[in-house]
């Protein structure tokens, strides 16, 4: 069994406040799409919002209330299909971002947990089992979440669509998972080595850290992908 960093009981305490953040922030978007009807056009962003606000918490819901809900059906039966071009370059980026976050969320988890529950290694390290783990689930992932944006958005069939889906997201997760990457080993290896287990909240608290990190990393590819056409202005 790999040795463990005991984190002080305020870190602990501060981690289970971050989470709690997090879930009622994603809990609180998920009610407002469902049970207050404010369902979206395109299904997927009943995914990628509350998984946003997996680690950015309360930051998604106040994001979701101004612009999010903006695009739901009821606000464009009532005003119209909002216009993307008049939209300000970091929403749209931070919407494009958003989408390929949260698959690299959902497989990041997966693929932690997959770790921790087979105790798998590479070259004797956890950490680098993470490594290619979270990076192989979060690009599967992350297409699947593009490919579901990209086809309803483009009408075009299912396979131009999955291309479309490659092209648009590869870089982007790539430049997502430095990000949280170099937050991992920040925390894993300097910060608290030997590392922090993965059933600590202070674990999962800085995982938040490191994935609002990949979210900065990944914000110039978007930027760019936008502008050359390979992704959607939303």
Known sequence: MQPHFHPPAWLEALGWVSLILAGASALAIAADM???????RMWIMHVVYPVTALYWGPATLWFYAAHGRRTSRPAIE??????????????????????????CVL?????????HATGFT??????????????????????GFQYFTIAPMRDIGPGRALWAAVKAD??????????????????QEVLFAPG????????????QLAMVAGFFTAWPVNGWLIRAGWKERM
Do not use: N
């Not at 049970?35 to 979206?40: I, P």
């Open 122 to 143: 590479l070259a004797g390290k956890p950490l680098y089992a993470d490594f290619l783990l979270d990076f192989l689930f979060a690009w599967l992932l992350g297409i």
């Open 196 to 207: 922090l287990a993965k059933t600590t909240t202070s674990y999962w608290l800085f995982m």
């Open 170 to 187: 590869t870089l982007s997760i790539v430049s997502f998972q430095i990000g949280l990457f170099a937050g991992m080993w920040l925390y």
């Open 34 to 40: 469902t049970l207050r009807g404010a369902r979206q």
């Open 107 to 115: 497989g990041d988890i997966a693929g932690e947990w997959l770790v």
């Open 78 to 103: 009532e005003q119209g299909e909002p216009d993307s071009e008049k939209l300000p370059a970091w929403v749209s980026s931070a919407k494009a971002i958003s989408h390929c976050g949260a698959g």
